[in-house]
């Protein structure tokens, strides 16, 4: 089943900091999180792993609450290139997939 | 080095008509995936290839969707008398392993439009 992203679409000021959170109905092994441009590929952000390893760009932070089977991903004194979708992926399933969030829309104005 | 590429990078076809697009992987990534992403929304999983095992197929639409990956490394979609509704970005992915738990790097995609 599809983790559900919240909040769907938030706009920011330069400078403001955001969350986006991702929650799933099955027990979480792994989240991962990427951000697209418009007419962009995804581009991987940050790994998320059961017990706590983490694998990532150095100025992004998440966590990973695997009793609560959430994620959120934690975005400081944003600038403008952060805008975009973000997606979170969660898995693996028993087919070693992951299954995909709806996805968050970033705007940060300046 | 080189990251995923698609072609075509867009490609516009009548209704009815046969299209194949293309992934070249990043070389040595074991598995690869393909993706469909319609306007807006997230994305769709079509197909998963890792090694030499069987393809997962779970995620094609109809039997008028294939994929085939040649020699472990690229891989071919077609998909057989288009409809308007694949109409979409499709994206493919690769990673070293199985990307239930490595990252998966995406191509630039290439976008369909069937008239």
């Known amino acids: 089943q599809q983790p559900v992203q919240s909040p769907q679409a938030v706009i920011l000021r330069e400078g403001e900091d955001a969350v986006i959170n991702c929650s799933s109905s099955?027990?979480?092994?792994?989240v991962h999180w990427y951000r697209q441009k418009h007419g962009e590929a995804p581009v991987f952000l940050m790994i998320?792993?059961?017990g706590g390893e983490q694998k990532g760009h150095e100025k992004i932070s998440a966590s990973f609450n695997e009793k609560k089977q959430q994620s959120s991903l934690y975005l400081t004194a944003s600038q403008l290139s952060y805008s975009g979708t973000y997606f979170c992926?969660?898995?693996?399933?028993?087919?070693?997939?992951?299954?995909w969030g709806a996805g968050t829309k970033l705007i940060i104005k300046p | 080095g080189a990251g995923v590429s698609q072609s075509p990078s867009n490609k516009v076809t009548e209704k009815g008509k046969d299209v194949e697009l293309r992934c070249d992987p990043i070389?040595?990534?074991?598995?690869l995936y393909w993706y469909r992403q319609s306007l807006g929304q997230g994305l769709e999983f079509l197909i998963y290839?890792?090694?030499?095992?069987?393809?997962?197929k779970s995620g094609l639409p109809s039997d008028r969707f294939s994929a085939e990956r040649t020699g472990g490394s690229v891989s071919t979609l077609t998909i057989q008398r288009t409809q308007q509704e694949d109409s979409a970005v499709y994206l493919c992915?690769?990673?070293?392993?199985?990307?239930?738990?490595?990252?998966?790097?995406f191509g630039p995609g290439t976008r369909l439009t069937v008239l």
């Open positions: 070389s040595g990534h074991t598995a």
């Open positions: 992926g969660t898995g693996p399933d028993s087919n070693y997939q992951l299954i």
């Open positions: 998320l792993l059961k």
């Open positions: 099955k027990a979480l092994y792994s």
């Open positions: 290839f890792q090694g030499n095992s069987a393809p997962d």
């Open positions: 992915a690769s990673s070293l392993d199985s990307g239930g738990y490595d990252t998966q790097y």
